[in-house]
C-alpha cells in the first residue's frame, strides 16, 4: 500500500475517531477534498487540485478500502484490521 492510501486512510480514521468515540453517523467525505493523517495530533484537510493530472497521479497508486475495515488508535499509533464491531463495540470477525 502506497504511503498516500496509506496516509488517506489514516486521516479518514483518525477524523472519524476525533469527532466522537460512539458516534453513530456516518463519516463524511466531501468531494475534491483530501484528509491527511501525518501522525499523532497531524491532521489536516484541503481541497484537491482538480486537474486530470492531480487525479491521476493519486489514482496511480490508490488502492480501495476493503469493507469492514476498522479502524482504531492505541497508545498514539493509528491501526486497522479487518472486522466488525457490534452495537456495543465489542470486535468480531464476520
Request: hydrophobic share 45%.
Amino acid at each position: 500500500m502506497t504511503t498516500l492510501s496509506k496516509t488517506l486512510i489514516a486521516a479518514a480514521a483518525f477524523a472519524a475517531v476525533a469527532t466522537t468515540a460512539f458516534s453513530q453517523v456516518p463519516w463524511e467525505f466531501n468531494p475534491g477534498m483530501a484528509y491527511m493523517y501525518a501522525g499523532p495530533g497531524k491532521m489536516s484537510a484541503m481541497a484537491m487540485a482538480a486537474t486530470p493530472k492531480n487525479h491521476d497521479a493519486m489514482m496511480r497508486n490508490a488502492k480501495k478500502v476493503p469493507n469492514n475495515t476498522v479502524f482504531f488508535m492505541d497508545k498514539g499509533q493509528l491501526y486497522s484490521t479487518s472486522g466488525m464491531l457490534d452495537p456495543t463495540g465489542n470486535f468480531y470477525l464476520p
